[in-house]
């Protein structure tokens, strides 16, 4: 299985040169080939960190897998940053935490539910993955509730002037408390007792080996990471004419279709412990990959957006807001018994496939603020 998989993963990195090549041929060829070529990139740079994760030990290596784990998703933020394309990035960032709160941890756990039955696991750790997720939506929605409150008591859309300085200001602060409660999750998980940390040890052993060297780990980490943000810059700049050759709004293009290359890789390899009944592995990787975007990327990208010619804030839309929430919301009441079932993560699939549903058919008319 592992082989065919490695195989698979081996052709489809011709995609890499055949989406350079393809860039004469249209936007939607390079989209679509740079898309698939991202797959393979995401999965080699996630194979590389578990190597580096197994030499640096358990609690390190959790937090190597957490951190390095987002970098598919940051690259290609910023290179939407980089192109001023400011509400597909946006939208980007909903749907990565989407995606690993509803569709992954959802796809896991109705796979580790059909082979294993009903799936305990460690309550403490998830809680507080989800506690800080609600933190984190605290955060978002600050900046958006904000300027919708100036916008009903001044009777008006908010001025262009409103735009650039208060909500700037409100989410450079915003974007500074989350990441100080970035690195103070950092902190806690060195110093937390065994087993109480937020992101779960790894599973490989003291006696594991690591099967590459430190010279080749950190060479196809170098590697994957190029890789990575060459195709980035390319999906970034065939995402809008691939999208409107379709009909697609930026939400539906941000929110459902660009995190899916980056979230595969660690699909399959939740998949693959949640199937091994090692559930507690299964959703704290997507869980704390959920909580690394907004606490994390989404301050980082705006702390870089003051060299960008387009600033990043953190007023989202309503709409936007409103689908996080409501995703943190189930996968906080499902932490909550510390057991899972098949059923829970189809009820996962079935709120993230009827969110994408409303963002298929959303079609936000410009200078609407809903």
Not at 257 to 286: D, H, T, Y
Not at 345 to 364: E, K, N, T, V
Request: overall charge neutral; hydrophobic content about 55%.
């Amino acid at each position: 299985m592992t082989s065919s998989i490695t195989m698979f993963r081996r052709i489809l990195l011709l995609l890499v040169p055949i989406a350079i090549v393809a860039l004469r041929l249209g936007p939607q060829i390079v989209f679509v080939a740079a898309f698939l070529a991202l797959i393979p990139l995401a999965s080699l740079l996630t194979e590389a960190t578990e190597e580096l994760a197994i030499r640096t030990g358990p609690r390190i290596g959790g937090l190597l897998n957490a951190t390095l784990g987002t970098m598919t998703e940051l690259i290609i933020m910023f290179a939407l940053l980089r192109s001023g394309q400011i509400h597909l990035l946006k939208a980007s960032i909903v749907g990565s935490i989407l995606i690993s709160l509803l569709f992954t941890v959802g796809v896991a756990v109705l796979f580790g539910g059909i082979r294993n039955g009903m799936q305990r696991f460690d309550r403490h750790s998830v809680g507080l993955a989800t506690t800080t997720m609600i933190l984190a939506v605290v955060g978002l929605l600050v900046p958006t509730l904000f300027s919708f409150v100036v916008e009903l008591q001044q009777h008006a859309p908010i001025t262009a002037d409103f735009q650039n300085r208060s909500v700037n200001e409100i989410s450079v602060a915003v974007a500074v408390i989350l990441f100080l409660l970035y690195l103070l999750t950092v902190v806690y998980q060195l110093r937390a007792p065994e087993g109480e940390g937020l992101t779960q040890e790894r599973r490989c052993s003291t006696s594991e080996k690591a099967s590459w060297s430190m010279g080749r780990t950190l060479a196809v980490l170098g590697v994957a990471t190029i890789g990575i943000a060459v195709v980035g810059e390319m999906l970034s700049g065939s995402v809008q004419p691939f999208g409107a050759t379709l009909g697609l709004s930026h939400l539906f293009l941000g929110v459902v279709i660009l995190p899916v290359a980056g979230a595969i890789s660690e699909l399959i390899v939740c998949v693959q412990m949640a199937r091994n009944n090692q559930v507690n592995l299964a959703l704290s990787i997507p869980m704390n990959g959920a909580m690394q975007v907004p606490l994390f990327v989404a301050p980082l990208l705006v702390f870089l957006s003051a060299f960008s010619p387009a600033p990043l804030t953190l007023y989202f839309s309503i709409v936007e807001v409103i689908a996080v929430a409501i995703a943190v919301a189930l996968a906080a009441y499902i932490a909550i018994d510390g057991v899972t079932s098949w059923l829970e993560g189809a009820q996962l699939l079935a709120l993230w496939g009827i969110l994408a549903l409303w963002f298929y058919f959303y079609d936000p008319v410009p200078g609407l603020t809903l």
